[in-house]
């Protein structure tokens, strides 16, 4: 079984920046995919970054040259900048294991315009 724990949310003013971290416990296998999703209230959840372990990303066209996402073996960081009010979600950690999706609870990050 996956734990994975976010932190890092909070309140930034556009223009700002924020870094989230998430740690992940149990047993982590080198195929396992980490990554971030964000839900806007009203909007689907959506993917936002996404890193393997051998330092493959993938980045929706939104966050591209703002966003940037990093991780080790067990953690994965997403470092924002130029944030917008559109940015505005709650941000979830998210571990991919092919037909296993394991989700951390949730940090809400807010923009004020």
């Known amino acids: 079984q996956v734990q994975l724990v976010e932190s890092g949310g909070g309140l930034v003013q556009a223009g700002g920046s924020l870094r989230l971290s998430c740690a992940a416990s149990g047993t982590i296998f080198a195929s396992d995919r980490m990554g971030w999703y964000r839900q806007a209230p009203g909007k689907q959840r959506e993917l936002v970054a996404s890193?393997?372990?051998?330092?493959r990303t993938n980045y929706a066209d939104s966050v591209k040259g703002r966003f940037t996402i990093s991780r080790d073996v067990r953690t994965v960081y997403l470092q924002m900048i130029s944030l917008k009010p559109e940015d505005a979600a709650v941000y979830y950690c998210n571990l991919d294991r092919g037909p296993y999706n394991y989700w951390g609870q949730g940090t809400q990050v807010t923009v004020s315009s």
């Open positions: 890193i393997t372990l051998t330092g």
